[in-house]
């Protein structure tokens, strides 16, 4: 048996009044989503602990079956080990975004854009090593990432006052307060300034203004954390695999859970992604793994730019371009294997951040026999119908390790592999 997680990051979502009051699940044209969901166990799973925060991390965390209240310590830390960088005893890892801010006349400051218009990653690399190269020392070191995300590694105790927030949450919004945490700790108000006027003079910036597109002005710093402790998948489950994203929080908790983590050219985390390429990587790791993951971080970023064109766009190409290529090549080769499709967490238009709801989704069983499934759902794949169903076939699951341990529980006698 083989098994497949499909993540729509953040697909999840409230009626949107210029989608006629309907969802962009509802709306989106997604064929072989709808078919599958249709012969389906419907599950509605918790994947954010009540007091956690509703970040992709702690719910992708506990969609590959690890409970947050055991094992999640940030952000930052998860993407260091994407990125091969090892945290020191005693250090932190921050999350550093390249940002979009405004200076209002008044003296306080906007966030315009969490990503500093989803700015490329050779672009961004380049801004980072200038900003490494001026304020970089003993003390904090940035290391380059994937388009607007970075990561800042900080040597010794944090001040306990820092209390960070992620810039997504605050878009067009007066983010003042959390910026002035910044200044008043002086090595960070020195970076903080410092990079700033590194970020304005840089010829990077200077071309985006002059093609009209956001200038990356500022870092923000979150999400920070120490380097955690975990087992991986094959000695809690027995399962080998990998994980595909082009994020690299994800790539993260591949790399701490034991998986594989493919690179794939192109791959950006938007909608413009290498979407053949992660099938690809997939498919090609089933050949020989158990286990396979492809996120696709569109819909999330979809949500936070309040675009619900781009949105239903990302549901439509999930569906297209990765749910069923995938689907169509396994019936190809004849080999059992359950799929699921799911998001991680909501993340609604109207709200432009992430939501802690239960999060609907779908076990497609592709045995003959249909032993695998209990109940199939009987309907299209959208929030309002997934709930119902799943409260009928009372698969209303608590936690995301409650669901992973259904998802990868073989039939009786069967092996893995």
Request: one cysteine or more.
């Amino acid at each position: 048996m083989k098994y497949i997680l499909l993540i729509g990051d953040g697909m999840g979502d409230t009626p949107v009044p210029e989608l006629g009051n309907k969802t962009p699940l509802e709306v989106a044209n997604k064929p072989c989503i709808d078919r599958l969901c249709a012969v389906a166990e419907p599950m509605l799973v918790r994947t954010v602990p009540e007091g956690y925060p509703p970040g992709s991390d702690v719910a992708n965390l506990s969609l590959l079956g690890y409970e947050p209240e055991t094992y999640y310590t940030g952000r930052a830390p998860l993407e260091a080990a994407s990125m091969g960088i090892e945290i020191p005893a005693g250090a932190l890892a921050f999350r550093c975004n390249l940002v979009t801010v405004r200076s209002e006349e008044d003296g306080r400051l906007t966030m315009l854009d969490h990503s500093a218009g989803h700015i490329t990653t050779p672009e961004a690399t380049e801004l980072i090593q200038a900003v490494q190269a001026a304020c970089g020392t003993a003390r904090l070191r940035l290391y380059p990432g994937v388009s607007y995300r970075h990561l800042l590694i900080h040597q010794g105790e944090a001040p306990v006052s820092l209390n960070t927030v992620p810039p997504h949450d605050y878009l067009s919004q007066d983010v003042t307060a959390f910026y002035e945490q910044y200044l008043a700790v002086d090595y960070l108000a020195e970076l903080m300034q410092t990079s700033a006027q590194v970020l304005a003079e840089h010829p990077i910036n200077q071309q985006r203004a002059a093609e009209g597109k956001g200038e990356a002005n500022s870092l923000w710093i979150w999400g920070e954390g120490r380097k955690p402790a975990m087992n991986t998948l094959l000695e809690r489950h027995g399962i080998t695999g990998s994980l595909i994203s082009a994020v690299d929080l994800l790539k993260g908790l591949g790399v701490c859970s034991g998986l594989e983590v493919p690179e794939v050219e192109g791959a950006t985390g938007w909608l413009d992604t290498n979407y053949q390429g992660k099938v690809d990587a997939a498919l090609d790791a089933l050949k020989q793994q158990d286990f396979a993951v492809v996120h696709i971080e569109a819909p999330d970023e979809a949500g936070h730019q309040g675009s619900a064109t781009d949105k239903v766009r990302a549901i439509e190409d999930f569906d297209s371009k990765v749910v069923a290529p995938v689907v169509a090549a396994m019936d190809r080769r004849g080999e059992p294997y359950r799929l699921v499709v799911t998001m991680d967490h909501y993340t609604p238009i109207a709200r432009r951040t992430h939501e802690d709801w239960p999060v609907p989704m779908f076990l497609y069983d592709s045995s003959d026999d249909s032993s695998g499934v209990q109940q199939p759902s009987g309907v299209t794949y959208t929030e309002a119908n997934i709930i119902a169903a799943a409260e009928q076939a009372r698969r209303c699951l608590e936690s995301g390790a409650a669901f992973f341990t259904r998802f990868v529980s073989p039939k009786d006698g069967e092996k893995h592999g």
